[in-house]
């Protein structure tokens, strides 16, 4: 599979050779990291009644999709489908339950959690000031600002306690899926033209969204989702 990636993109580039007009529509495809920040990537678990609750998130993998359309030489249109996992952190949730434990137990308390991961599928589309990578020059830079919607769930987590003397107690807070939200995507990228269409690019952004829902007896609570991504990737110019 990756030898028929690698002939794909070969060919690709070789059909691309002699020609040089100037394309309009282009596609990308990077990977990167999603660095949780701000109040997503902030480790003291707070619970009900809280209102402004902690993502609680590591640092995890993204990808991003996009499909672009130059009206003029330096401006255009683009539309992004963009996907980030973030794992809860365990440490933050077994301090907690180890305190909470400790208060109705006597003795040394034995807390073990089990987490999942924060899964984020964000669909966006906004504008890109600067060249689609194609032209005389080989290395370009681009502004981007990109608004959507963002789904995504709090991630379900198990955990157990027990103590010398023998009692014990373990439950499961099951994911809550919470509604679509809007979402925003701004950042500046880097491309270098490999060929006249094949290009590789780098880009560094910031993405933001509050997510908010109404709890059944407690209230509304509400999460702000907010990252950094580094990506690499490549694109080509149609």
């Known amino acids: 599979m990756n030898n028929y990636f690698a002939l794909l993109i070969l060919l690709l580039a070789f059909n691309a050779e002699g020609q040089s007009t100037k394309s309009k529509i282009f596609a990308e495809a990077s990977l990167g990291l999603s660095i949780p920040a701000r109040q997503f990537s902030n480790k003291t678990f707070l619970n009900y009644p809280n209102e402004n609750l ?7 993998p993204a990808i991003n999709l996009l499909v672009g359309y130059c009206f003029e030489k330096n401006l255009g249109v683009l539309f992004q489908i963009a996907g980030s996992l973030n794992k809860q952190n365990t440490g933050s949730l077994t301090r907690y339950y180890e305190n909470l434990f400790a ?12 987490t999942n991961r924060w899964k984020m599928v964000k669909l966006m589309t906004g504008l890109f000031w600067g060249t689609p990578g194609n032209g005389s ?8 600002l990109l608004a959507g919607a963002v789904k995504t769930a709090i ?17 499961v807070i099951y994911k809550i899926n919470l509604p679509f939200s809007f979402c925003y995507n701004a950042g500046v990228g880097l491309k270098y033209l490999m060929f006249p269409k094949l290009y590789l690019t780098g880009d560094l952004s910031y993405f933001q969204s509050t997510n908010k829902y109404k709890t059944v007896y407690r209230g509304p609570v509400k999460y702000s989702l907010s990252s950094v991504l580094p990506m690499v990737g490549v694109g080509y110019n149609f």
Not at 104 to 109: A, L, Q, T, Y
Not at 155 to 171: L, M, Q
């Open 137 to 144: 020059k080989k290395i370009s830079v681009n502004i981007r």
């Open 54 to 60: 902690n993502g609680n998130a590591n640092i995890g």
């Open 155 to 171: 991630p379900e987590y198990g955990f157990t306690a027990s103590n010398p003397n023998g009692s014990f107690s373990s439950g």
């Open 103 to 114: 208060q109705s137990n006597s003795g040394d308390v034995l807390t073990s959690v089990t």
